[in-house]
């Protein structure tokens, strides 16, 4: 029979958890910083250009200021501006005054425009602000970018003026490029800060949540019995209900115990009674014919029984019996019981073979094994323990890839052909009525062995009769 197959071991979800946490925080973290920097750029920029416009409105109040003294000397108009750079040939600052209310316009322009001119925002559909004048950016003569600003002035009688100052906008560009830079490292190593305490905050604390689930993995593998340790408030709920939950599933296993072998008693006693009063009248046909049924009733009575006390045993959690132990114990009472044919029982038991389930079905099954191969043997029995890492079976709370067991139990007999390997191993089926037994004992492994998740297959013994194997999930 193979082993039974069960579902593969979940990933921890504390670790899944803390990662999805840990994901979503530097999301957030990222998005925040991202859209605080645009914000901070966008707001430096603007006070940047607040502070360009403010050095460009005084150079333009006090050319209006000179446009509209016009009995200033020429020689002495427009020349109280007191920047160095309107005298400086194409430095990309500039004023220009433009006469508009002319036939043929009257420009007067800084030295640094030479021969150039400035375009007019009103040209290009900008509006006045409640200023009264007009702002933004152009193209300079030299293609840089300009940041001017431009200012009708109507004097009535002594004519109509647009007044114009253009600054190269390239310090405002600059200086919001310079202010990048230093956002950008700044937010850099504050999303490093971040994502650190991020990751030492995800990290310690889902740590109880860890030691939960490393807990549980022990109980499960036989290691500790219940979760123990102090756990934070927030944890410490699920811990209690967890030992609950053991606790009342150990509960209904023994009261399930408890109630198979009242059962068992409460049947086998009638069923005593009626073979004793049947047996009594040995010479009757019926009371032959109730004999038989009776050993029929009680052999099946037995059987479910059992598969009813062993169903419940697996349920238990964290239950491990060391199987040295078990193995010479039962070396001892078969010698004894078969020192009369001479039997000699030899084991080789690897000392760390631990199983994962309790010593009374490990001792039945390991029992009915080597009690069958001394009934059949003619002088020697031979049981070898194996421990095997990583089989890759899966088996019951073991998930995959755990330890298994080997127990191998060879006797020198005459050994069974393939034909009565398969008959033996059904329920009842006994190819020999002079050795005593139901027949029962190997179905009763095989039962066993499958609630574990284990298997029992039967071969040919190298010492020449009959190899029983026995397949177990191990610690």
Not at 278 to 304: I, P, W
Not at 429 to 452: C, F, M, N, Q, T
């Amino acid at each position: 029979m193979e082993p039974r197959q069960t579902q593969r071991e979940p990933p921890s979800r504390a670790s899944s958890l803390a990662t999805r946490l840990f994901v979503s925080a530097t999301a957030w973290v990222v998005v925040i910083l991202l859209i605080t920097g645009i914000v901070l750029s966008s707001v430096y920029r603007s006070a940047s250009e607040r502070a360009f416009d403010r050095r460009l409105n005084l150079y333009l109040r006090t050319l209006v200021a000179d446009v509209a003294t016009p009995d200033e000397p020429p020689d002495k108009q427009m020349q109280s501006l007191g920047e160095p750079l309107f005298e400086l040939p194409l430095s990309g600052w500039y004023w220009q005054v433009t006469r508009t209310d002319g036939d043929k316009p009257d420009i007067r322009a800084s030295r640094s425009l030479w021969d150039k001119k400035l375009p007019r925002l009103e040209e290009q559909g900008n509006e006045l602000t409640a200023a009264g004048i007009r702002i933004g950016y152009v193209e300079g003569p030299e293609g840089q970018t300009l940041r001017i600003v431009e200012r009708p002035v109507d004097l009535g009688a002594d004519g109509k003026f647009l007044v114009m100052v253009a600054g190269d906008a390239s310090e405002i560009f600059e200086e919001t490029r310079a202010f990048d830079y230093y956002l950008g490292g700044t937010f850099a190593a504050l999303s490093i800060v971040l994502v650190l305490t991020t990751i030492f905050q995800v990290r310690f604390g889902l740590a109880p949540l860890k030691r939960i689930s490393d807990s549980i993995a022990d109980i499960r593998s036989g290691r500790a019995e219940r979760l123990e340790g102090e756990f934070p408030v927030e944890i410490a709920p699920l811990a209690r209900e967890t030992n609950a939950l053991i606790d009342a599933n150990r509960e209904i296993v023994e009261r399930s115990r408890t109630h198979v072998g009242n059962l068992a008693h409460a049947i086998k006693t009638p069923l005593s009674v009626i073979v004793n009063e049947a047996s009594a009248r040995s010479g009757d046909a019926f009371a032959t014919k109730v004999l038989e049924q009776t050993h029929v009733m009680r052999d099946q009575v037995a059987h479910h029984l059992e598969r009813a006390r062993i169903a419940a045993r697996p349920t238990i959690i964290g239950t491990v019996t060391e199987i040295a132990p078990v193995i010479d114990a039962l070396r001892r009472t078969m010698e004894k019981i078969h020192r009369d044919r001479g039997i000699m029982i030899d084991v080789e038991a690897d000392t760390s073979a631990k199983f994962r389930g309790e010593r009374q079905d490990v001792e039945e099954m390991v029992g009915n094994l080597v009690d069958n191969a001394c009934k059949w043997a003619e002088q020697r029995v031979f049981v070898e323990v194996l421990v095997e890492r990583g089989s890759g079976s899966a088996t019951r709370g073991g998930g995959e890839g755990g330890p298994m067991l080997r127990i191998i139990v060879d006797d020198d007999g005459r050994g069974l052909s393939p034909d009565e390997r398969a008959k033996v191993s059904r329920r009842g089926a006994r190819l020999d009525e002079s050795k005593p037994g139901s027949g029962l004992g190997l179905s009763i492994v095989v039962d066993l062995a499958a609630l574990y998740g284990g298997s029992l297959t039967l071969g040919t013994a190298p010492i020449g009769g009959l190899r029983a194997e026995l397949v177990l999930p191990g610690v």
